[in-house]
């Protein structure tokens, strides 16, 4: 069974600091890239920060130059960490992977349940 687990979200004010964690279980981590998304209550779901499986990086341009998106292969896990918040910044955060299928490549998407960032100006 693949499992994601967000954790790390909180009530901060604007210009503080969070980092979020995505623990992933059942696949494969290491040879993935792992995505952070983020929607805000009456909005679309949208992209935030991506990390490849050879740590390239790719940012929304939203987040750029405050969120850092990183990871631990040997703890499965996916970090974001995030600075200067905005009260824009407030949504549920989701962890996303690829799901995957030998000898198919990427046949879908796991989710994570969420974690609440909200930030209070």
């Known amino acids: 069974q693949v499992q994601l687990v967000e954790s790390g979200g909180g009530l901060v004010q604007a210009g503080e600091s969070l980092r979020l964690s995505c623990v992933a279980s059942?696949?494969?981590?290491?040879?993935?890239?792992m995505t952070w998304y983020r929607q805000a209550p009456g909005k679309q779901r949208e992209f935030v920060a991506r990390i490849t499986s050879g740590l390239s990086t790719d940012y929304a341009d939203s987040v750029e130059g405050r969120f850092t998106i990183s990871r631990d292969d040997a703890k499965n896990t996916v970090y974001l960490q995030m600075i200067s918040l905005k009260p824009e910044d407030t949504a549920v955060y989701y962890c996303?992977?690829?799901?995957?299928?030998?000898?198919?490549?990427?046949?879908?998407?796991?989710w994570g349940q969420g974690t609440q960032v909200t930030v209070s100006s």
């Open positions: 059942g696949i494969i981590f290491s040879r993935n890239f």
């Open positions: 996303n992977a690829p799901r995957m299928a030998p000898g198919w490549g990427r046949v879908g998407d796991y």
